[in-house]
């Protein structure tokens, strides 16, 4: 479970994030749509530890993030906007450092390993250096490195980026599968047909303001419209 409680952020006189109080709920998964600048990626950096709030709190299985960055942060995975990886390096040996990282234990280590290697089917390169690697290739890994210790949360951001349509339902069959499992998924995405496909519930920020929490079928009795798909709410709503 991911808890917001009534946390801000600002760049300068900038307020990036305004005073969310937001829970996702475990084996939910919730998708937050909105333009750049929005506060989406602020607000997935505060989930994570990268960024501290400002004010408020955010918990992560119960966790103060801020004040126990670590062991929140092994309830965690995350994927990020851009899959970096260390290029001087196979898959198979970044998904080992990942491990060692996190001190998993080594037999159950190897045995994960080659389940993310199976699941994502990554046999053909897990082998090459990373910097041979495409984009959707890097993607993949860095997907796999997150589920490695088997996360209660998973966070994800713009995950559908640079994928071709294969590994696109590869990624939107993972979440969904995670979310069935009882893990708790947030996801920020431009990819609106996405959402529509496998989002519970959507988050609309604008601002740094949340416009809009509930599933896709309470937005359009909120905003009836003659042509009502999401795309048409999601552009009424933020202007």
């Not at 408020?56 to 994927?79: F, K, M, N």
């Not at 260390?86 to 990282?101: A, C, N, P, S, W």
């Not at 046999?123 to 997907?143: A, N, P, W």
């Not at 979440?175 to 708790?184: E, H, I, K, M, V």
């Amino acid at each position: 479970m991911i808890q917001y409680e009534n946390i801000s952020r600002n760049y300068g006189r900038k307020e990036a994030v305004k005073r969310l109080d937001l829970t996702v709920r475990p084996g939910e998964l919730l998708a937050f749509l909105g333009p750049n600048g929005a506060g989406k990626t602020t607000t997935i950096k505060m989930t994570v530890g990268l960024l501290r709030p400002g004010t408020g709190t955010v918990r992560v299985c119960g966790i103060d993030v801020s004040s126990h960055p670590r062991e929140a942060a092994g309830r965690l995975g995350y994927v990020p906007d851009q899959p970096y990886l260390y290029e001087k390096l196979t898959g198979r040996e970044f998904l080992q450092f990942i491990v060692d990282m996190r001190g998993m234990d080594r037999s159950l280590a190897q045995e994960r390993i080659s389940q993310q290697i199976e699941a994502f089917s990554l046999d053909e390169f897990i082998d090459d250096l990373t910097e041979r690697y495409s984009h959707g290739m890097k993607q993949r890994v860095v997907f796999a490195s997150a589920l490695l210790h088997s996360p209660d949360v998973l966070i994800v951001d713009e995950p559908m980026v640079g994928l071709d349509p294969k590994s696109m339902r590869m990624v939107k069959d993972l979440l969904r599968d995670q979310a069935a499992q009882g893990t708790t998924v947030l996801m920020s995405t431009h990819t609106l047909d996405v959402v529509e496909e496998i989002a519970d519930r959507i988050g609309i920020l604008d601002r740094g303001e949340l416009l809009f929490l509930g599933t896709l079928k309470e937005l359009k009795q909120r905003l009836p419209a003659e042509d009502a798909s999401l795309e048409r709410l999601y552009l009424d709503m933020t202007g």
